[in-house]
């Protein structure tokens, strides 16, 4: 007969519970891993940050639910008539019920935005000033969003104790705009760099094969002073002269391509992942 070793099962299993319990997000990891997120919704939708984190950390458990782990559902939003998209079935309010199915968080998020918008049983909330998270909450329960009568009161408690209305003015609502605005207009200008570089990398090709055809036609051999044009508009090819290169602040990839006589391309195929619009001070990038 096989003897069980119950002191090694009980540690197994104390193991186990450790590690599914560490695994789980804290209301203040959630808040911290989505706020920014809850703060984009309010600039475009005008929903409160704050009632939306509220609403996502009551329905989601924090974002630890099945329907969120699963499902990407942090709202409990149900099918309803003329969801097209995927579904997952739960028990709620009644038995096997159907629920919207995302493939990522951030399509909740938008998703939540939208039901609020779209229905005309919340239209009354949108006059509330977006500072009236208790007005808000409130409203949320009388137009039906959820069944529990202590709604409205879990959502305030949640905001005021984790001090969520401050998402919804003040400093984080600034930072996090002018954030938003810096990339933005960071992704802009190097759209803007890259199309300047294209149309004279484009010009210089055929500023060579003019200069080629003129020589051909004359009997001269062409001086090399048209590949001179080429390499002034786009990094030149060949070897890095030092094997890696410390970020800068004002670098950008075609400054240090320039810089060590590669290409941005080179840079880009050594160092997998860097992010061309977010070069961070101090990275080191490998050049050969």
């Given at each position: 007969m096989r003897t069980i070793n119950f002191t090694a099962?009980?540690?197994?299993?104390?193991?186990?519970?450790i590690?599914?319990?560490?695994?789980?997000?804290?209301?203040?990891?959630?808040?911290?891993?989505?706020?920014?997120?809850a703060i984009k919704q309010m600039h475009k939708h005008k929903i409160p940050a704050s009632i939306i984190l509220a609403q996502g950390c009551l329905e989601s458990n924090n974002g630890n639910s099945a329907l969120a782990t699963k499902a990407n559902n942090h709202f409990g939003i149900?099918?309803?008539?003329?969801?097209?998209?995927?579904?997952?079935?739960?028990?709620?309010?009644?038995?096997?019920?159907?629920?919207?199915?995302y493939s990522n968080a951030i399509d909740s998020y938008t998703d939540h935005s939208y039901f609020l918008t779209s229905r005309p049983r919340y239209n009354s909330l949108f006059d509330l000033p977006i500072t009236d998270y208790k007005?808000?909450?409130h409203g949320l329960k009388a137009a039906g969003y959820a069944t529990n009568p202590k709604y409205a009161k879990l959502l305030i408690d949640i905001i005021e104790e984790y001090q969520l209305y401050k998402y919804d003015t003040g400093e984080a609502y600034r930072?996090?705009?002018?954030?938003?605005?810096?990339?933005?207009?960071?992704?802009?200008i190097e759209r803007k760099r890259a199309k300047l570089e294209r149309k004279a990398a484009k010009a210089a090709k055929k500023a060579e094969k003019a200069n080629y055809r003129?020589?051909?036609?004359?009997?001269?051999?062409?001086?090399s002073t048209v590949k001179t044009l080429e390499n002034a508009v786009q990094p030149p090819k060949g070897e890095a002269t030092v094997a890696k290169h410390k970020v800068q602040k004002g670098d950008t990839l075609y400054s240090i391509a320039r810089k060590y006589g590669v290409t941005?391309?080179?840079?880009?195929?050594?160092?997998?992942?860097i992010n061309a619009q977010e070069l961070k001070i101090g990275?080191?990038?490998?050049?050969k």
């Open positions: 099962l009980a540690i197994l299993l104390l193991m186990c519970a590690q599914l319990n560490a695994q789980k997000l804290t209301r203040e990891q959630y808040i911290k891993k989505y706020k920014d997120i149900k099918c309803h008539d003329g969801w097209r998209g995927k579904k997952f079935r739960q028990d709620d309010d009644a038995k096997n019920e159907c629920f919207r199915k007005g808000w909450a930072i996090t705009r002018a954030e938003e605005k810096a990339r933005k207009e960071a992704e802009r003129y020589y051909k036609f004359t009997g001269q051999t062409p001086p941005v391309s080179d840079i880009q195929k050594l160092n997998p992942g990275t080191e990038l490998r050049l």
